[in-house]
């Protein structure tokens, strides 16, 4: 059967499909949408686990989300000073300028961030309703701006690793003055999971191992450092630093088992 999509509708899906590859840190242009999404899927580069056409099915579902979602990693108020200059140090080098004034890719890239990274992964209306239409990405559920989990994630493709800048706001706290080991784990599970998403597609954590060193100050910003050790068919290995701003200091390390799955996996339960 031949759906004809309305224009608007057209759009949307094309917009929900770039919303998907910028999370898993792909492009796609306006008009190369079709070919690229069927050409990236049999080289392997880029596992979707659902079809364009089950995109498109869902498009023409209503549909109860902006397309303009808040990107939460863009900085705000409650930043301090430490999260802000990493911020801007890792953002500049996003994109950098050629000698002719031509602006190019540079070696990073920010990942944006959602309250709902499948809804805005898949167009969300079926998921929602199996999943609850109130879900919200854990670490992006608390809606005062610094109170919880203020975080910005940069990727290095060439080196295949990943840092994240996070400032623990005063709900999470643990000890007295001090982060909560059950955030820093959820901290350390996001960053190192975005990791393995961003080089093998949709994962789900297997193992998690964390040897807390020393405790982080609430209110403070710290390092997370990422980097790939090995894959093995369906297992991404990442392991994980967390450090204070200039790495002189080692708060927490983890390593983290990372198993592919299909989307099937997750509807299955
Ligand atoms: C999830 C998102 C998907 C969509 C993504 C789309 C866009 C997202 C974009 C950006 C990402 C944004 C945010 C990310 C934020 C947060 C990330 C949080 C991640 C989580 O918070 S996620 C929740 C906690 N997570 C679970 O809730 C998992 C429960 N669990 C299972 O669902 C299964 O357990 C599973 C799937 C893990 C494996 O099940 P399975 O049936 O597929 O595989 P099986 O058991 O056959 O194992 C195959 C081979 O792995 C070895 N193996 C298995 N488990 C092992 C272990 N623990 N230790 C050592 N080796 C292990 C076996 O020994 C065998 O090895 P071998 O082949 O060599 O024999």
Redesign the pocket.
């Known amino acids: 059967m031949k759906v004809i999509l309305p224009a608007k509708t057209r759009g949307g899906v094309q917009q929900m499909a770039r919303g998907l590859c910028q999370?898993?840190g792909r492009e796609i242009s306006k008009g190369n949408f079709n070919t690229n999404i069927r050409q990236m899927t049999p080289r392997g580069t880029l596992q979707l686990p659902w079809s364009i056409n089950s995109v498109r099915t869902m498009a023409v579902l209503p549909w109860p989300f902006s397309f303009q979602p808040r990107d939460f990693s863009l900085p705000n108020s409650s930043w301090g000073s430490d999260m802000r200059r990493l911020y801007e140090h890792y953002n500049s080098q996003c994109e950098v300028e050629t000698d002719d004034g031509e602006k190019k890719w540079g070696v990073w890239r920010r990942l944006p961030s959602y309250n709902r990274?499948?809804k805005y992964?898949t167009g969300g209306v079926y998921l929602s309703k199996i999943i609850q239409s109130k879900a919200r990405?854990f670490t992006r559920n608390i809606r005062a701006q610094g109170a919880g989990f203020e975080y910005v994630v940069f990727v290095n493709k060439q080196e295949q690793k990943c840092v994240c800048v996070f400032q623990a706001g005063h709900l999470l706290e643990g000890p007295p003055g001090h982060v909560h080991g059950g955030a820093i784990a959820t901290m350390i599970?996001?960053v190192t999971?975005?990791h393995a998403?961003y080089l093998s597609g949709?994962?789900?954590?297997?193992?998690l191992n964390i040897n807390y060193r020393s405790p982080i100050s609430l209110g403070s910003t710290v390092l997370l450092t990422c980097s790939l050790d090995k894959k093995e068919?369906?297992?991404t290995f990442v392991s994980c630093q967390v450090t204070n701003t200039d790495s002189s200091k080692l708060h927490t390390e983890a390593t983290g088992?990372f198993?592919s799955?299909t989307m099937g996996?997750?509807l299955g339960g």
């Open positions: 999370i898993m990274s499948l992964a990405l599970d996001t999971g975005t998403t949709p994962v789900m954590t297997a193992n068919g369906r297992k088992l198993l799955i996996h997750l």
